[in-house]
């Protein structure tokens, strides 16, 4: 078998890589769940691929006995939170977010103090330490919901995407003291050249990620989560769509509507794609996918304590359904 050597496979046939990796994932019981943003090798490899909610739910339902997180590493952390006795292994642990990196535990710790009174609504996107400090967790697909499910009149600090934080705002009416968090790729979409983009393409219709700064919201057709974006894509009757969120999601969404025409928003950075890319979820490869599951590591660790807290927290958004 390919996987018997003790070579990474670096100059592997991607066919070869691909067979190895399915024989390790059945012979060791082990489940792939793939984020949106993974590369469309890893993604057609998974068994899952999804947005942050429906991987969180995923990973809570598997029975398998290694559940391998294709995503980056708060993810990975949420799996774990929610299967203390299965393996959760990463391909890579360098691959973080910089809106969880945005609010270190000790400054989050801080912020929470100076506002003792607010329920606090975190975003996924964050450490196991700030979930454990959270009162609820919500994601780009629930956040509005999860707000509207704390009584009228007590005050909420969000954290820590205040792009997240300002839509919610806007949607629901209710005042957020807000986290000065961001996400680099989608702060990063450029409203100038997505405004060429808009002109030269007069009946596509422009889709964006709530982490988008206000300014490209205010251009879009619909608003929504990786997955809200790709329901849109599908019902719409529109033929052409610009997307503003990272490029990943083309792969699922060029799957299910092969007819239409979608473009990738354009970035402010003049990188390869011209598009936006997740330089942390880009981290994984499939030689990544196929090391990890043979070595069964990098694996995710953490102190039963704080899970238990961090578990708390993410049970509240998923008991809101
Ligand atoms: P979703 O919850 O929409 O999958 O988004 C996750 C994310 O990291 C967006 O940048
Ligand atoms: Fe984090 Fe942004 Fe990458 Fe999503 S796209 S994982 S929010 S850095």
Not at 126 to 131: D, N, Q, T
Not at 146 to 174: C, E, M, W
Not at 307 to 312: L, T
Request: aromatic share 4%.
């Amino acid at each position: 078998m390919f996987y018997a050597t003790s070579n990474p496979p670096t100059k592997a046939p991607a066919g070869d890589l691909i067979e190895a990796i399915q024989d390790l994932k059945q012979a060791k019981n082990a489940v792939i769940l793939a984020h949106y943003y993974q590369t469309p090798e890893i993604q057609m490899l998974a068994d899952h691929v999804g947005d942050s909610l429906a991987l969180a739910q995923a990973a809570e339902r598997e029975g398998s006995d290694i559940i391998l997180f294709c995503g980056v590493h708060f993810m990975a952390e949420t799996a774990k939170i929610l299967n203390p006795t299965r393996k959760v292994l990463v391909p890579d642990m360098a691959a973080g977010c910089s809106l969880a990196d945005s609010a270190p535990a000790d400054k989050f710790r801080a912020f929470r103090e100076a506002h003792p009174d607010h329920t606090v609504v975190s975003y996924i996107n964050c450490s196991a330490e700030v979930k454990a400090m959270s009162d609820i967790i919500c994601t780009s697909s629930n956040a509005v919901r999860v707000v509207n499910s704390i009584p009228a009149g007590k005050p909420i600090i969000f954290a820590p995407d205040k792009h997240l934080g300002a839509y919610v705002q806007r949607v629901t009416g209710r005042p957020l003291v807000l986290w000065d968090g961001v996400c680099e790729v989608h702060v990063d979409i450029s409203a100038d050249k997505l405004k060429l983009l808009l002109g030269k393409h007069a009946d596509a219709k422009l889709v964006a990620h709530p982490e988008c700064p206000e300014h490209i919201l205010a251009m879009a057709d619909h608003v929504g989560s990786t997955s809200s974006l790709l329901r849109f894509v599908q019902d719409d009757p529109g033929d052409t769509f610009i997307v503003a969120t990272e490029a990943g999601i083309l792969h699922n969404m060029r799957k299910a509507v092969p007819h239409k025409q979608l473009i990738a928003a354009p970035a402010n950075a003049n990188n390869t794609c011209a598009c936006s890319e997740c330089p942390y979820m880009k981290l994984n490869t499939l030689e990544k996918v196929y090391t990890a599951l043979r070595d069964e590591r990098p694996e995710i660790h953490l102190d039963e304590d704080l899970r238990v807290r961090a578990h708390r927290s993410l049970r509240r958004m998923l008991e809101l359904g």
